[in-house]
């Protein structure tokens, strides 16, 4: 069976592992172990009745719920079948600049929807050590964040020299993600905003972005209506533990918003998934919970990984950790699953890594510590 480009493949696990696929204990998709809230299977057990009929194709209740959610207007925001669908219609608009700039290394998806509107795309490394230093002169000119928020390292603005010769941005577009994937570095508000003064497009996907707290939060969301050049890119899938539903949504000018709504299917969202929406973007306890969880079970993760022999965690704003291995990392995530039942994320779809980087999603501290034991008994052995 061919090996996976996306996380979360419990099919081709199971078929290496020799089990079930409900026996992998899958730390390869960054979904919170929390969810799916109650409020949510509870919307759709409401709406099963209404299967029967349509969805109604302008989403009403839940453009009004999610712009209530984020304080918006309602008609600033468009539903989709996840971020994904909302990505390939990006990468429409995208390809008709003439170029669109990338941090690397960059989720796979963004070379995906790019790549198949022959978009031509410019690279920009991100440096992986572990103090987040940025490798060139580019540092002195950003400040980070105090908390987690790091320098951005983007083709600069007229004030900001660099060494790297970067051609005009004018009339070209910019792709990223904040916290990124797969490092989970937080950029600061700040770091971005020059950029939305100097590209003709900026679409930051802040996939990840409903995992840090409101005290530390660096979304552009605020800005959106002062910036028709932005959009930004949302997920409810994995803060919510709800990616078979497959839902996502885009935050943007209402022209723009119409103009890609003409492009696609008229019911791209399921009556289930936009109860479910709904019911979640409201639970302000599952939301509390979720905060509340995650730093000290990331953290804790984090020492754990750093204890291990040959291995070196990245600290990172999301969900998930960027681990650094001494050792190839098919051979242990082979080994991982023969002999444990567990799937960690290799990170071959991301050309800057290679063999020797795997990510892992935190989950539960039972399974969380499973995966450290099983880790430190291969690589001693």
Partial sequence: MRQPVHGGNLVWAAALAGCPPEAIVDFSASISPLGPPKSAIAAIYSQVGNLRHYPNPDYSDLRLALGRFHQLPSEWILPGNGSAELLTLAGRELANLSATTLITPAFGDYYRTLTAYNAKILEFPLSLDGEWGMGNEMEKFLTPCPLHPAPLPLPPCPRHPA????????????????????????????????????????????????????????????????????????????????????????????????????????????????????????????????????????????????????????????????VKSEQSVLQLQKKLLQHHQILIRDCLSFKELGDRFFRVAVRSDSDNQRLLKALHSITVD
């Fill in 163 to 322: 060494p790297l010769p970067l051609p005009p941005s004018a009339s070209s577009g910019l792709l990223l993600n904040n916290p990124h994937n797969p490092t989970g570095r937080l950029f600061s508000r700040e770091a971005i905003l020059p950029y939305l003064e100097e590209y003709a497009l900026v679409v930051v996907d802040e996939a990840f972005m409903d995992f840090v707290p409101p005290d530390a939060e660096q979304s552009l969301i605020g800005v959106v209506q002062d910036y028709p050049n932005l959009v930004v890119l949302r997920s409810l899938t994995k803060f919510y533990s709800l990616p078979g539903l497959r839902l996502g949504y885009a935050i943007a000018h209402p022209e723009r918003l119409s103009l890609w709504q003409s492009w696609r299917d008229p019911w791209p969202v399921n009556t289930l998934a936009a109860a479910a929406a709904v019911a979640a973007v409201q639970d302000q306890e599952f939301q509390e919970l979720t905060w509340k969880w995650l730093t000290p079970a990331r953290n804790q993760l984090f020492q754990g990984l750093a204890s291990i022999p040959g291995l070196q965690p990245l600290e990172g704003a999301a969900n998930f950790l960027l």
